[in-house]
């Protein structure tokens, strides 16, 4: 039996958000931008949808913007915002591809801001670039897709704010898994997705400050107020919806699970693997996230290893697996480059069991200490 442990890169789709999708997969077919009846219901959905979405980051539905996904998301914000103002771009060192690759192909200067060995944001390195009085936006994650260390938001608002600049916010690992709401980030958009909280992949949305200018990153039609030309997605919309509903209502459970999961398996690895280096384990983290690396094993190597075993785990960013690089937000953290290679992600969900844990603990320290694959048998290591 495979056990999952990878839903930081996507999650399974919730039998409920299936059963709430179907109808539009179905007979309910309508283009929402039409005036009859299919068209007037397509419409209908999409509306409460968007209040679902709206009411899970505590925005009013009217700023919810429905997008392809997160990746979307953040390239609207950088470059809908970056080409109504002149100015610096800054992003910190350890954001999503979707934010670092962006950055690297506007044609606006951009910088780096620094983060502390634990991954958080340093605030000084962001006061003294916001200090040079040129910033026009600043990109900073609401928790790293690999650590799952938080950042200081907040704090980061205040300070971007101030410098008379503006604020774009990846929630997408944060959204559903923490108590996050959009006015309490104090940022002008914000980048949120579907398949990361058991919806369908293909949908998120962009939550903004309609005081603020943004320029279309897709012309045509006017839809979406405007600033996202295309027909939508009303299945996909829906499921959104149906998932950003439930994410809200079960939050607090899903945190206390994945949270009680997560610990369980942080003390059950340094009971196993002494050796073993969890990254950002002073920092505030995600409930469901455990980085680690076990020194002189390849991380690639290891997730094959684990694989064959039946455990889905990451060596970090799905967005960046396969490169053969260490992991840039490690390296940002200072972490040395032989040690990163080894880094291992187990990212929890709301399905993963107790026994599951133990079953991975009793499984992984055999497997990093073997030097002879073929010579373990998963049968006998109850995989």
Excluded: W
């Excluded at 980030?185 to 997705?193: K, M, Q, V, Y």
């Excluded at 939508?232 to 994410?247: P, S, W």
């Excluded at 889905?312 to 690089?325: F, I």
């Amino acid at each position: 039996m495979n056990v999952y442990f990878d839903h930081n890169a996507t999650t399974p789709l919730d039998e409920r958000v299936l059963t709430a999708m179907l109808p539009h997969l179905r007979d309910q077919f309508g283009n929402a931008a039409s005036r009859h009846a299919p068209g007037r219901s397509a419409r209908a959905a999409i509306d409460t949808a968007r209040e679902q979405v709206a009411a899970l980051v505590g925005a009013h539905p009217g700023q919810v913007v429905f997008t392809a996904g997160g990746t979307e998301a953040d390239n609207m914000a950088l470059k809908g915002l970056s080409a109504c103002r002149r100015g610096r771009l800054l992003y910190s060192a350890i954001e999503h591809p979707a934010v670092l690759e962006t950055a690297e192909a506007m044609d606006v200067p951009s910088a780096t801001i620094a983060v502390d060995g634990q991954g958080r944001v340093d605030l000084a390195d962001l006061d003294r670039q916001l200090g040079t009085g040129d910033v026009a936006v600043v990109a900073v994650m609401v928790a790293n897709n690999e650590t799952g260390a938080i950042q200081p938001v907040a704090e980061v608002s205040d300070r971007v704010r101030a410098a008379g600049a503006l604020l774009h916010v990846d929630g997408v690992q944060g959204a559903g898994k923490l108590a996050m709401r959009y006015a309490d980030t104090g940022a002008h958009t914000l980048a949120i997705s579907s398949h990361k909280i058991y919806g369908p992949k293909g949908v998120g949305a962009l939550v903004l400050d309609k005081r603020v200018d943004i320029r279309p990153l897709l012309h045509g039609g006017g839809h979406e107020g405007g600033l996202r030309g295309g027909t939508e997605n009303t299945a996909a919309i829906v499921g959104f919806g149906a998932a950003a509903e439930l994410a809200k209502a079960e939050r607090a459970s899903r945190h206390e699970h994945t949270a009680g999961l997560r610990d369980r398996l942080q003390a059950g690895l340094a009971a196993a693997l002494p050796e073993a280096v969890i990254f950002a384990a002073e920092a505030e983290r995600l409930p469901n996230t455990l980085q680690f690396a076990v020194p002189g094993f390849e991380g690639e190597s290891l997730l094959m290893a684990l694989d064959q075993f039946g455990f889905a785990v990451s060596s970090g960013s799905a967005c960046a697996s396969g490169s053969g690089e260490p992991s840039h937000v490690l390296l940002a953290m200072g972490v040395d480059p032989v040690v990163a290679r080894g880094a291992i992600r187990v990212s929890l969900g709301k399905d993963n069991t107790a026994d599951e844990i133990d079953r991975f603990l009793a499984v992984l320290p055999q497997v990093a200490r073997s030097q002879s694959m073929p010579g373990l048998n998963p049968a006998v290591m109850g995989a």
